[in-house]
């Protein structure tokens, strides 16, 4: 089955054969709704992913259950993860210099959440349209929960939530949400609103970067290959 979200590209790694790896933050509804059974979704499940050239990429997901409603996953550009398929894409990431030659970003990450009132703009491919960007404001900070299972109450974690005006819509989840540099300052994942018509004064939410850095932290906590060398620095600084 497919699920429709957007995502953000954060670090990248090179192996010891020089092949490179990206790593990318989305929703952890996002890459559920991709599966047939929403509770059968593991650590190393494969799944396709496309850049906004609509390339399709063969992902590993790395974490399945957390506290945050996010996602990371893991993908090479090299041929052998490139998936050449008919109803593929319009160029072959897997030439050199990819990065450069399709305009591929690696966001960098905020040191601090964002005040509010502070500027902000969501980025993602709401509704199957690709390169959508809306700008809005901090509104508050609220409370926010996500649950383990949530067809459940048990197990809830509470964390705060960025309620921003950047219209986000169905295909927006696991998006980035950018300051006014362009760092990124949170990822995207609901709003209060229909997901069907973009809102002038709705009401979205984000995971704020300082609880994005407590995923990443705990990945790396979690996981022996990540706890050292080239590996931790690359996650470990962002």
Not at 46 to 55: A, L, P, Q, R, V
Not at 202 to 227: C, H, L, M, Q
Request: glycine share 10%.
């Amino acid at each position: 089955s497919a699920g429709f979200g957007s995502g953000v590209i954060i670090a990248k790694e090179q192996d010891i054969d020089g092949k490179e790896y990206y790593y990318a933050l989305t929703n952890n509804h996002v890459v559920a709704a991709s599966n047939d059974d929403n509770n059968m979704i593991n650590a190393h499940t494969k799944i396709t992913i496309y850049d906004h050239y609509m390339n399709p990429y063969t992902a590993e997901l790395l974490v399945t259950k957390n506290n945050y409603d996010l996602e990371l996953v893991k993908f090479s550009t090299r041929a052998d993860s490139y998936d050449k398929s008919p109803s593929g894409g319009m160029i072959d990431p897997s030439s050199p210099n990819w990065e450069e030659q399709y305009d591929i970003k690696i966001a960098k990450f905020a040191k601090e959440n964002p005040a509010v009132g502070e500027n902000v703009s969501s980025y993602g491919s709401p509704i199957a349209q690709p390169h959508v960007c809306t700008i809005g404001t901090v509104k508050l900070y609220g409370g926010g929960s996500i649950y383990d299972n949530p067809n459940s109450v048990s197990n809830v974690h509470e964390f705060p939530v960025i309620h921003h005006t950047a219209s986000i819509l169905s295909g927006n989840s696991g998006g980035p949400l950018f300051g006014p540099d362009l760092k990124l300052v949170g990822v995207n994942y609901g709003s209060s609103g229909s997901n069907s018509t973009f809102e002038t004064n709705g009401d979205f939410w984000a995971v704020p970067i300082s609880e994005v850095r407590n995923f990443i932290d705990k990945f790396i906590t979690d996981n022996e290959d990540y706890k050292y060398g080239d590996a931790h620095d690359f996650l470990g600084d962002l």
